[in-house]
């Protein structure tokens, strides 16, 4: 079983506890009536699906039930890192050479 | 007992009403292990932000922890951190502490929930076991000490676990939730010694 680590519980939990909620760092238009229809699908539909390191929201729901980030690698299915929702995207991960 | 305990309660509150508790008064002995149905306890979530931690705290007599998977209790009144502004508050002494929340001003959402959960303890040596039979977390004492307390997964229920001593648990399941709960560590009890 994979442990995933909360930032919220501040430690390793099950990754039972937890539901996956999507990539990362999607900001919502704030004048949304102003976005072309182009742009909209972008924003709504299309996702970068990366082979690699992706930015993704994650819900601990059986647990504290907080949304946070986390930094994965979709082919060894590794977490690289969490981090609180809100936060910026790391400017460095843990291990990466550059 | 604890049936005829809810009832002279529900009984003083409204004589054409009787409250059953779901499963009241169901146990089960296993070599090392006993799993039984806790009588009613007066609950209320907490939601409330930093700032209003001192006023609450003062209202219900029990300090709100803010360290994760932490709990408190005094005189009777259980203080559980789920989440990082939500705790559980469990009496056991009948008083409501929803009533001493609705005097305070400070910013807060309290909502009853005394009879949306049912509690079940699991006591004896192989306790941890048992719970983990359906619980992915790490029951050891060492990551699981006495007072911790934490919302996890149990089967296919979601469940709050509170460690009450070092061989005893409190489990608290939703009330629908109950039967299937109460049968999964009935069946882990028996397997659990072995």
């Given amino acids: ?98 | 007992m604890a049936k005829a305990a809810a009832r002279t309660k529900a009984a003083a509150a409204s004589p054409s009403v009787e409250r059953r508790p779901a499963l009241a008064g169901r146990a089960l002995s296993a070599p090392g292990v006993k799993v039984e149905i806790l009588p009613p306890a007066e609950r209320i979530s907490l939601r409330a932000p930093q700032a209003s931690l001192a006023a609450l705290s003062k209202a219900l007599g029990v300090t709100l922890p803010v360290k994760p998977k932490t709990s408190a209790t005094k005189d009777g009144r259980t203080a559980l951190w789920l989440g990082p502004d939500e705790w559980l508050i469990i009496d056991e002494t009948g008083k409501d502490p929803l009533a001493d929340c609705a005097k305070v001003t400070a910013l807060h959402s309290a909502v009853g929930i005394s009879h949306r959960n049912v509690a079940i303890s699991v006591t004896g040596p192989v306790a941890a076991a048992t719970v983990n039979s359906g619980c992915p977390q790490d029951l050891s004492l060492e990551a699981f000490p006495v007072g911790a307390a934490s919302r996890t997964i149990l089967g296919k229920s979601e469940a709050v676990l509170l460690r009450t001593a070092a061989d005893a648990f409190r489990v608290e399941c939703w009330r629908s939730f109950s039967d299937y709960v109460f049968t999964l560590l009935s069946e882990a009890a028996s397997d659990a010694a072995n």
Wanted: proline share 6%.
């Fill in chain 1, 1 to 98: 079983m994979l442990l995933i680590r909360c930032p919220y519980c501040e430690e390793e939990r099950p990754e039972l506890e937890f539901r996956n909620a999507g990539e990362a760092h999607i900001a919502r238009s704030a004048n949304i009536d102003a976005e072309s229809d182009d742009d909209f699908e972008k924003f709504f539909f299309i996702r970068a699906n990366p082979k690699g390191v992706i930015y993704e929201r994650w819900r601990h729901i059986h647990g504290c039930a907080r949304f946070f980030n986390a930094v994965r690698d979709t082919v060894t299915d590794k977490f690289v890192m969490t981090y609180k929702a809100g936060e910026p995207k790391p400017a460095k991960l843990p291990g990466a050479s550059k």
